[in-house]
């Protein structure tokens, strides 16, 4: 590991990726050491810094991850989902910490992740902020507190340019409802009503996802009951806690043996 963590940054021209440039020049713990994005991409070859509009800084964006990573300490990564699996293999292969912010990923994908696990730390997380991972306990807590009279909707809304739905928040919360409970969120999961659904099945754990305009991030558990309702909830209002969240786990993964983690071993709310 250096001193400061060097990092190669996937995606870097996408939203995440612009944040986390900005956080990791922010940091004193970490720098830019490397820059990916897709083949064909219009910043190919071009400095980072002149790409993002500012001064030159002699690192060069790339397609080639091997490269990129071959002196880096870790990978964070925001792409999508078949580019994360061929950057895990390569963060493997080098060695080097890959902390994955990637949703949409299907089981089988996530399943792909297992090989390069045995060899190197990864982290994934489908939301990477404090706030959220809270979320996520309160969530079980109060789903193994309520009995299935309190019906839980998972309400998610976020920017007309997502591509996946519902959110891989949105799922993380599923999960832990179901978990609290005691089920496999598989068997309960109610993911999109439309025309004549009948009424809703006692138990299920229901998710709506809204999308539009520039909405960072914003998550509701909702336990309705006849008579009250408790929601539980998270706003996102800049995308900097989850890169702040990213750079947090490279720097934690430092110390670890290989495996696959989440933001909740990160920040140390694992524990029931
Ligand atoms: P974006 O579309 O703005 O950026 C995606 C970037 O990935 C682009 O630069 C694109 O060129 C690049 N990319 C795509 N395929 C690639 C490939 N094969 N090789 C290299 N680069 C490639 O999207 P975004 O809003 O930055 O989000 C990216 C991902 O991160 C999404 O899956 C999103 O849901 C997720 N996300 C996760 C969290 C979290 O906390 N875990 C937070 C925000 C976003």
Redesign the pocket.
Known sequence: MSTPLKIAI????????RMLVETIDASEKAVVAAA????G?AWIGRDLGLALGGAARDVFVT?DIDAAIADADAVID???P??TI?FAAAAARAGVVHVI????MTAEEIGQLAGPAEQTVIVR?????LGVNLLVQLTKKVAASLDEDYDIEVIEAHHN????AP???ALMLGEAAAAGRGVSLEAVADRGRDGITGVRKRGDIGFVAVRGGDII?EHDVMFAATGERITLRHVASD?SV?AR??LKAALWAQDRPPGAYDMLDVLGLNAD
């Open positions: 996937t995606g870097v021209s996408g939203r995440m990726g990916v994005d897709r083949d991409h397609s925001f792409t999508a078949a580019a061929a912010g990637t949703t949409g997380a489908g939301n990477m902020s340019q997502k591509v996946d959110s891989g928040t991030g995308r989850f969240g990213a």
